[in-house]
């Protein structure tokens, strides 16, 4: 979570970058990979400041790409065990779950839909520019794009839950091959052998042939209220 370490210029402090770089040495010194990414600055939160909405990109474009930059460039001379993901769960100005304007109060509208979908491939693109514009190793850095609030687009029960896979765009890259998508996945036990088979029939279908995909959260729901996440 970054917002609460920026000053008003958009700069992070310089104590809590060093306690990520503290962290990112742990994990690569114990043999792993690190992901970086910008994670609570998105979601259904009311200090949500990366919101997946064309005129929020606008507006806060400079801010984003400037952090991505500030992280881009402590790192530039990690090796591949650092990757960088774009953003965690982006949801719409609805805070929408499953696709966006889910929770739009007077129903579905294809056109601010649309603009929802173009503000979440807008801050891909921001991403993929600003990591790249620093050099060094980020100009191979294996980069990730999430899908609209991380969904897989399983489910029949209504007929947008497929557009975050749809409407989701491969970032255009100086680099060719260093781009992945993340997906999120929270099963039910009861169902799911055939959800996850349903899973990975989506992203084969959708995202593979694009570009990789990872499933960077992962949980079982015991019922459709409660997750237990591993």
């Known amino acids: 979570t970054w917002f609460q370490e920026m000053d008003a210029d958009g700069k992070v402090n310089e104590a809590f970058m060093k306690r990520i770089h503290e962290v990112v040495d742990y994990v690569i010194d114990a043999g792993l990979y690190c992901i970086i990414n910008v994670h609570h600055d998105t979601g259904a939160n009311d200090y949500a400041w990366v ?15 400037n952090l991505w930059t ?4 402590e790192f530039k001379d990690y090796d591949q065990h650092l990757l960088f993901a774009a953003y965690n769960e982006m949801l719409d100005k609805y805070q929408s779950w499953c696709f966006a304007m889910f929770q739009r109060p007077d129903g579905y509208d294809k056109d601010e ?9 807008n801050y891909a693109q921001s991403f993929v520019n600003a990591v790249r514009a620093t050099g060094s190793n980020n100009e191979q850095r294996n980069l990730i794009i999430n ?3 991380s969904a897989n687009g399983i489910g029949n029960w209504n007929d947008h839950l497929t557009d975050v896979l749809t409407e989701i765009q491969m970032p255009a890259d100086v680099t060719e091959g260093h781009i992945a998508f993340e997906v999120h996945a929270y099963p039910n036990l009861a169902s799911g052998k055939n959800e996850v088979e349903e899973i990975i029939n989506k992203v084969n279908t959708y995202l593979l042939p694009m570009a990789p995909v990872i499933t960077g959260e992962w949980g079982t729901d015991l019922n459709e209220d409660i997750a237990y996440r591993i």
């Open 51 to 65: 919101i997946a909405d064309y005129d929020n990109y606008e507006k806060t474009k400079a801010r984003y790409e």
């Open 70 to 73: 500030q992280i881009a460039n």
């Open 113 to 121: 839909a649309d603009a929802a979908y173009q503000g979440l491939n």
């Open 147 to 149: 899908t609209y609030c």
